[in-house]
């Protein structure tokens, strides 16, 4: 059936003008880092769930990486968390995951979980925390350097609960001299990804609360600072792809933490909750990436980190991060079905209905017989999920992993 | 210096129009609950921070409890939380509390921490554990007659995190049923206080999401059946205090659980994100408190149950409570200094400038004098929150409860 | 090419387990009432831009009504606004509309237009305006019965814009005396659909602000009161499914405005913001009407009323109607393409990831040959867009209703 | 009783340890600029209400500016828009302004009420279009240096409804290139403020959606170039405050249009909704302005234009601005009560609790004697609004402006 569904698939794109092959070749390109954490038990304030199979450990948190990549072909590298993740040679594990078949992604810094960091980690007023954080960032350029992973991706729980708390201006001023620090200790090749949120776990101020205060910072800084933008840190409303957009322009979109909310930060599975807003994001990083007449803004559209930055409070782990894999392919492959000359040629003739449906109309494509094919011509399984059933591979670790045998 | 601040207070209220006699009566009257949890460590889903002093066992909360209750005398009871405070004789809880000069308040039962209700509990789709969950709840109403309480808290983490998870009428249903059995299981006297929330633990919909589900649940169950409204549980945006004032007007406001919130359920100290919100809350019911035109609305203000209900993540908890119950006597002393007669002059002759600055007018007291004198004149410290800092109590804890000496 | 694309679309449908005669069947029977306010210029309050051709008399406004049924097959009604579409004889209203092949739908009230209602209609604290209101809904009860209308749309401008203004109580009894006095007025087989919104044109409490205030009216009325729901009515976040779901089960939803919005209630086209809600939205309604266990949810389902109410700022008005009731069925053609069996068992196992995928997947299909079909099949253009540019309406409309010519 | 109310004030906030002269001499120095569309009818898109007394003319709105003014001695500027302030002769629009005892404030283009603008004007994909709209904003440089004014306030409606509908960095390219051209037009003591706005009258994306794309914006421009914060242009839960102080930080706060809402851009009275975040918004701009460790900063908050934008639908325009201005004022003055040594005091020490008090504390304060003191030492009435109704104005402006001898 796949066969024939995707020959008229074929067939009805190449009559809506698009070029398949430059779509496939967009389609393997697509590289989606998974999350070390992503593997292991998360929960919510109220409760962590214990999941049967969910890695206690970094090894086993790189053997499911390792078979996520696998199955999907798209996820070459794994994200590490430190000190979650922390061993005592960076070296062999770089080694390890090289023999599973993948290697390190971007190195994530821990500034919230001590004691030492209740009000503040690069912002505190007191400078021997700083000091202590700036140092723990150092580390983990270390650990990069180490792993050979060339990203820092940066995350501040900083922030205040009640007005009056501490002083914005003040903090503002350690946030940067903080990062300056860590900026010149970064090596040349490496960059450091600088994200923001609207709130939480602060409930009154964040330090970098929007896109603009991460921008803002990066620019300060130089070239190797950019902004991460995860798509569950925003206001209500916000419209996300509209920032991607400004940020490509300015070349300095860095990456993504990819997941799904209708509230707060939910962080559930990339695509669930809203997947029209995914596919218009992917729509404006698609017309960059084939944007000829500036090339900085086409660049950066390239080099784009991809992360999936989740937590799977009630599923299992790692056929939630296939199914997440799978929604960002889903939706970047609908965007590459745009017509663009014929969107340019709406917008051109001011004729708001005819430029709409150019861009809803890719979006109702059905893409499954596209994203099969590609898989299959990769010598991938065409449905991840069903190969993951197949495998056995989640009885396998429920039994393995057994509670009784955690070791933190 | 008090004494002639007061002078004044209460020469230019007289002027205002305002009976103060009235004002001290309804702000003696005025009791919050204290929630036994809020005396321990809670956190966010990212870190819950150790303060030294905050209370390991049941009878450490009760201990904080009386002393937060010795220093303003409005907070007699105490609220539990089941089996967080779970003990083996409920008779003996209750008579130590007496012995500390407090009761018990609102038993909480708790259907959101066992591995089986991950996918929910009154609602799950197993009937095993719906029944587990309905047995917890007749266990609570076991213990409020052993303790003296009269009335059940009940808040469901119920919900769901994706679309086709569940289906919501089948949900309902189940709701229903088992409301209606533990409804029957009630004695005369108690009241079954249902609480509702926009989102979170679950982030795709919410089994009784708001106001509107918790109400026709309690119409269906009947007259001990009552709404209970968690300041922080909204939309952003929503006027709480039309909530209010329609629920009152239907005989169905149960009470509250007082914190406060900028983002989502950010359970900080009530009164710090939005005081005039609370404000206007209690000037909906100062209003309907003398309603003598409408006795079944007067009566269902002046039963209305209090209660806090926050998460003390960064602050020292005896005085962050004390500090709660402060601001919501400066609301409630607020909210009772409007010239009533005055506003409704101006409604009546639809004089919206004049109508609006009647109310604004008297939130722009300051009503720290008053409190004061009220506080004197039932034998209480005149600051709560001086006199903490001057008893000793917050040093004594902190070397009493040493973290080794935990006992969960 | 449609054929084939249909065929194998069928066949897949086939193989998913879909009875693709009853997919055709519901959506024959899916019937959506267009607003004659649609056809004529509406605009922000910044500014009402004149777009050539827009309808500037009640005749134009069902000229282009009937264009969108003759094009669509799905739009036999159209609601009529009074006095927008104020006339002397509303039976030759009646007769000019089945002349061009439709009928007249819901009936609405205005009550926010004149300087009398600044400060509420059924609400306002002067009994002399109130009666006014209510004159006027009774006024349109007889509009109902001359144009054989059966139903009443109610949306009431009234709320407050600062804290004070009115009486929250005092106001909400107004309102249930106003519409019980409405109520005594219907015919028998006339139903009266109650809408709530959040805010807007008031802009500190709306009187009937939630889904829980229309529906708790509804109540008290009787069973011909029921609720609509305007999609673009809630605060952000909300689970609109959920609520209809909730409404359904307690036979109370009546109708539906439908619109899109991304902030407020922008009344864009519908499915244009956020097409996956609407589709929720439809999913929950294609559930119950094949709840043959509750018949009376099932019977609910399927005489909701379906209308359009959207502001066509800045495109051409026809085919923005055009393209939303395409939308609709759209979203509802991929509802009805959920495979229910699997997505029960997959509840009743627990499975979220395979609930949620049965639920995704539907909404994953292409469904543009199987409406091209169903088109077909009646008779109907295949892709009515594309027939009315084919048609040359849209420039005979231009010329003819020069603005020269205008008369309100 | 104001003498000794103010004494008794007077005296406590010494023992407070506040500079009375000081904050004296700071709310003697706040000047805030009223709009002149603000006094003439406003409404909503559902209707605009005709209010008696409403000016009519750019006469009747100097003439109400200049009774503000004189009420209240803090409004010496009024800020007229183009077209809706057009004349022939701008040199004798500012001597009339003189002659009443007013001045010209920002001039406000208008590039939103013309057809041509429909999709836009410094964004249109029309160059004709972006011309026009770049002359009429140089036409708005020469009105300001005809009138004596210094600042532009630039608000753009410009932004699109449906994903597609233009080219998001297309459109940004234009606005950089219209503004520069502009920037370039400026006389080196003017001031471009550059306004941002999340959403309306655009429902999809607003080219200027954020602080963030305003400051970089002027931050490409040049130093004559500031962001304009209107305080209903935010997303739900946006700390205003925090970006208040960051765009301090930075340099670039140019001014404020001053209004309150609940959910969208209401355009309520300021002050009204919320006083908290009005205070904590002034908390941040007085604390700058005693930075004299920041000479920039202290600098930048010592010239910020404060302006009103509100829109008067309901209530009496005159004074509905004259409370206006006087929430202004009461908030500013309890923001000066804030104790600072012992603020930074408690900030350093780390206590959550006593910082927050140290500034809630500072609201709580009544200022109503303070700020009579200070205006009956400026020889101006302790009550402006008062004042206002003994003065007869409202009475006469009502007779005088018969909605009949409307010119528009």
């Known amino acids: 059936m796949t066969d024939s569904a995707y020959a008229w698939f074929e067939r009805e794109q190449r009559e809506r003008g698009i070029d398949i092959a430059q779509v496939k070749a967009s389609l393997n390109a697509l590289k989606i880092e998974t999350p070390s954490w992503g593997y292991a038990d998360q929960g919510t304030r109220f409760q962590t769930f214990k999941k049967a199979g969910a890695a206690r450990t970094v090894t086993e948190k790189l053997e499911d990486a390792a078979m996520v990549h696998r199955l999907t072909g798209a996820c070459p590298n794994v994200a590490i ?4 993740d922390h061993t005592d040679d960076y ?14 992604g971007a190195v994530n810094p821990n500034l919230f979980q001590e004691d ?68 010149a200790g970064l090596d040349p090749h490496m960059r450091m990804l600088i994200e923001y949120k609207f709130f939480e776990p602060a409930f009154y101020h964040t330090d970098l609360a929007d896109w603009g205060m991460a921008y803002n910072t990066a620019l300060k800084l130089g070239p190797q ?3 991460l933008v995860d798509t569950g840190h925003h206001p209500q409303g916000t419209n996300i792809e509209h920032i991607v957009a400004y940020l490509l322009d300015e070349g300095r979109l860095g990456g993504f933490h990819f997941n799904a909310r209708k509230y707060a930060d939910d962080d559930l599975i990339v695509g669930s909750a809203n997947p029209y807003e995914l596919f218009l994001i992917f729509s404006q990083i ?58 340019a040629e709406a917008q051109r003739a001011g004729d708001v209905l005819e430029a709409e449906a150019a861009v809803r109309e890719a979006f109702e494509q059905n893409v499954t017989p596209l994203l099969q094919a590609v898989r299959e011509e990769a010598g991938l399984p065409a449905d991840p999920m069903q190969a993951y059933k197949a495998s056995g591979y989640g009885a396998r670790i429920v039994s393995a992993r057994s509670p009784k045998a955690v070791t933190h």
């Open 116 to 183: 030492a960091y209740m009000l503040g980690s690069v912002t505190h007023h007191d400078p021997a925390v700083r000091r202590r954080a700036v140092e723990h960032l150092l580390e983990c350029v270390d650990i990069a350097r180490a792993t050979g992973s060339d990203a820092l991706s940066l995350w501040f729980a900083d922030g205040t609960n009640y007005p009056g708390q501490a002083d914005f201006r003040q903090r503002k001023g350690w946030m940067e001299e903080s990062l300056r620090e860590l900026y």
């Open 81 to 84: 968390h430190i000190p979650w």
């Open 286 to 343: 698609a017309l960059a990436e084939r944007d000829r007449a500036h090339p900085a803004v086409k660049r950066t559209a390239e080099r784009i980190a991809y992360m999936i930055d989740q937590s799977h409070n009630i599923e299992a782990k790692v056929p939630a991060m296939i199914r997440s894999v799978m929604n960002v392919q889903t939706q970047y492959a609908k965007a590459l079905l745009i017509n663009w000359d014929a969107l």
């Open 91 to 104: 070296g062999k594990l770089a080694a390890d995951a090289r023999s599973l078949g993948i290697g390190i």
């Open 225 to 227: 600072a950019e902004v």
